[in-house]
């Protein structure tokens, strides 16, 4: 089995390739247009790809909300290698730059099905999230970091 590579995008075919993926997993199987991946924090965010045989298997993005808070957004693994550790290895890989980047705390907002995923990893239930363009239920979770943690 060849090596997976994290990395960021490194140009603009990659990123075309990253949103497609992005979409793919996430916005394409409920109906949602490609173009509803992007927001404001598109080009100042962190993105992050895992590339396989030369193609994205798992992505994660990271943007600040202020100096002290940062947010994950479209964590995403390819259908047939879910549950192999990939997805953690993004979060772990995403927190990382938070933490680099002097985040105290880390916000998300995580589709019902994934609550457990993030809580074993040390997010905690804030509230529930009803900003969803998506029609899925959301909960918003927040990890406190620290140069201790991570």
Known sequence: ???IVFKT???SKEYKEYDLFRW??????IGKDINSLKDEFEKSAFHLI????KKIIACGRLHFNNK???QIRYMAVAKNLQGNGLGKQVLKLLEKNAKKNHAKRIVLNARDHAIDFYRISGYRT???YNGSDTGIPHTTMKKNISIFSI
């Open 1 to 3: 089995m060849n090596e």
């Open 9 to 11: 995008p490194a140009n």
């Open 24 to 29: 793919e997993i996430l916005r394409k199987p």
């Open 50 to 53: 895992g590339i396989k045989d």
């Open 68 to 70: 002290d808070e940062a």
């Open 126 to 128: 804030v509230k529930k």
